[in-house]
């Protein structure tokens, strides 16, 4: 397994969440690593990236102020973390690696299994 996701759950909307993914030393080193979520009956969509150095960090604008990534190289380990959850980030969230085009497309080499998000009204 090259990637696994980790640390979904059930949080009321307002709450907070950090994912985990935990990668291997092939997919990570060298590679941007990003979040894609899928809800029910919607395609899979981008939510943020991390360039290899952390510092270059991409958005999509539904999350932009309240999710964060991160990457620790040391540990080739990504995280998001998620406060003031709404209802509608209610999805399965994905860990990629390794971007084979623009890094909001749902193009990378590497894909984690998933880890469900389910936020309450």
């Known amino acids: 397994v090259q990637l696994q996701a980790s640390g979904g759950g059930l949080v009321q909307a307002g709450g907070s969440l950090r994912l985990s993914c935990a990668a291997s030393e092939r997919s990570f080193r060298g590679n941007t690593v990003a979040w894609f979520r899928q809800a029910p009956g919607k395609e899979r969509e981008f939510v943020a990236a991390a360039g290899w150095g952390g510092e270059v960090r991409t958005y999509a604008d539904a999350v932009k102020g309240r999710f964060t990534i991160s990457r620790d190289n040391a540990k080739t380990s990504a995280y998001l973390h998620m406060d003031s959850l709404k209802f509608e980030d209610t999805a399965v969230y994905y860990c990629?690696?390794?971007?084979?085009?623009?890094?909001?497309?749902?193009?990378?080499?590497?894909w984690g299994q998933g880890t469900q998000v389910t936020v309450s009204s």
């Open positions: 990629a690696a390794q971007s084979l085009d623009l890094v909001t497309l749902p193009r990378y080499t590497y």
